[in-house]
């Protein structure tokens, strides 16, 4: 079966920090989504990652995907409070299925 | 001008009932789907459809199927409602095809669906 991993599953952290989340998966694929999801609300499309050695930057946040290892990161640089959220990525294995990780809620500390 | 929406927003009923939940995009995706959040956030793909092509996940039980009036619209059916279906469902949408069949997936808002 299909697994997609992602640690910290909780991470709390100082606003002006760095901080990475990693999402492990156990299949090929060269397909990964990262989303966002505030509390109590749906989930925004962050990045799009197509192909090994891939790398997305949007403001304080940075995606990478590396197929060989089946490993994404998102990358947090310097932290703010509006960053605070759950964050998954998704493995797009074809045939249009999708397995998300387990999520990453991430709390942004003043 | 909502690109993908949801009705109703939440759901609560009874178990055994039989219940919908509708949802329609207005981007023009080829291809629409259902997920399940669960009280863990966890989230699992139900459905995949577009005009062409069903997949369902195989844990999914025959309670669940999708019907897709046309092509804006994929709604979920859900027959002998049990407690353990209770949960957030999220339609999402993307665009399948031609050089945006990779694209993000737009999700809707979701419905609360809880079962008494």
């Known amino acids: 079966e299909l697994k997609v991993e992602q640690n910290p599953l909780f991470l709390s952290m100082q606003e002006g920090k760095n901080y990475t989340i990693y999402c492990n998966y156990s299949?090929?694929?060269?397909?990964l989504y990262w989303y966002r999801q505030d509390p109590g609300k749906s989930l925004e499309s962050l990045f799009v990652?197509?192909?090994?050695?891939a790398v997305k930057q949007e403001g304080r946040l940075m995606a990478s995907l590396d197929t060989k290892a089946r490993l994404s990161t998102l990358h947090i640089t310097a932290a703010v409070h509006d960053l605070s959220a759950t964050y998954f990525c998704?493995?797009?294995?074809?045939?249009?299925?999708?397995?998300f990780g387990t999520g990453t809620s991430l709390t942004v500390i003043p | 001008d909502t690109a993908v929406s949801q009705t109703p927003k939440y759901l609560v009923t009874q178990m055994g009932n039989d219940k919908s939940i509708k949802c329609e995009q207005n981007?023009?995706?080829?291809?629409m789907y259902w997920y399940k959040q669960d009280s863990k956030k966890f989230l699992k793909i139900m459905f995949s459809?577009?005009?062409?092509?069903?997949?369902i996940n195989e844990t999914v039980p025959n309670r669940f199927s999708p019907k897709s009036p046309d092509k804006a619209h994929l709604n979920l059916h859900i027959n002998s409602l049990e407690l353990g279906d209770s949960a957030v469902y999220f339609c999402?949408?993307?665009?399948?095809?031609?050089?945006?069949?990779?694209?993000?997936?737009?999700f809707g808002p979701g419905t609360r669906l809880t079962v008494l």
């Open positions: 299949t090929t694929s060269d397909r």
């Open positions: 990652l197509l192909s090994n050695g």
């Open positions: 981007l023009g995706h080829d291809t």
């Open positions: 999402a949408s993307r665009r399948g095809t031609g050089q945006g069949r990779w694209g993000k997936q737009f």
């Open positions: 459809y577009n005009n062409k092509e069903l997949i």
């Open positions: 998704a493995v797009d294995i074809g045939g249009n299925q999708f397995y």
